[in-house]
């Protein structure tokens, strides 16, 4: 198995990728066609930016990548349509990426591991549900998603609200994906519109929560 994984970081090396989970997107890509040359593409969480590389040569010239983490991204040897932005995307609305929904949103985000399998795969699928949140102002009618999960509890109902959203929603494990690790990545086609939430009774007395801090 070690092997195997050195493979991939061994190919990232030689073909100048930033982090070998360049290959995850490369793989849902290929097999799912999220990306058409000429998108939009906003890479949420896209630290060291592998993601925001492969994207950007997907896209081409024409088209876009804004890449937004908490760290700062290196913006060296990115082509001009990548635009990198160090921020909580909490804290930025469309106005700050550039003005016009994206055609996509491709997000390989997780949260810092505790140890804690259970703990780990809710904070992982509360940051899903945070951007189906944010899905509603930053992505067009149409457009495609792709978001990375730990699968544990939560995982059937992220994949049920997401289809909702989406005319197409399914989870796929690509080949650069260890075959031990609990990762998972929605993949989603054609946005409907809508945040994919069902009302309940408490919706109606209860204010919203705001989301806590941590992209």
Same mark, same amino acid.
């Given at each position: 198995?070690?092997?195997?994984?050195?493979?991939?970081?061994?190919?990232?090396?030689?073909?100048?990728?930033?982090?070998?989970?360049?290959?995850?997107?490369?793989?849902?890509?290929?097999?799912?066609?999220?990306?058409?040359?000429?998108?939009?593409?906003?890479?949420?969480?896209?630290? %060291?930016?592998?993601?925001?590389?492969?994207?950007?040569?997907?896209?081409? %010239?024409?088209?876009?990548?804004?890449?937004?983490?908490?760290? #700062?991204?290196?913006?060296?040897?990115?082509?001009?349509?990548?635009?990198?932005?160090?921020?909580? #995307?909490?804290?930025?609305?469309?106005?700050?990426?550039?003005?016009? %929904?994206?055609?996509?949103?491709?997000?390989?985000?997780?949260?810092?591991t505790t140890g804690d399998p259970m703990g780990d795969a809710l904070r992982s699928a509360r940051l899903c549900h945070d951007l189906l949140d944010r899905c509603v102002d930053w992505l067009r009618r149409g457009g495609n998603l792709t978001m990375k999960v730990f699968e544990g509890g939560e995982y059937p109902e992220l994949l049920k609200r997401s289809g909702r959203m989406f005319e197409e929603a399914r989870g796929y494990k690509p080949r650069a994906s260890r075959q031990e690790s609990v990762e998972m990545f929605i993949v989603c086609h054609g946005y409907r519109g809508g945040d994919g939430r069902i009302p309940t009774a408490e919706d109606a007395i209860l204010p919203k929560r705001k989301p806590s801090k941590g992209w």
């Open positions: 198995m070690k092997e195997v994984q050195d493979h991939w970081f061994r190919l990232a090396k030689e073909e100048g990728y930033r982090s070998r989970a360049a290959y995850k997107l490369i793989d849902i890509d290929d097999r799912k066609r999220l990306l058409r040359r000429g998108d939009r593409v906003l890479d949420a969480g896209a630290a %060291p930016g592998s993601w925001s590389q492969v994207a950007a040569e997907r896209v081409g %010239p024409k088209g876009e990548v804004v890449a937004v983490d908490l760290k #700062l991204i290196n913006g060296g040897g990115y082509p001009p349509n990548v635009r990198c932005i160090q921020a909580d #995307l909490r804290d930025l609305d469309l106005a700050e990426m550039g003005g016009r %929904p994206f055609d996509a949103v491709i997000s390989d985000m997780a949260p810092d």
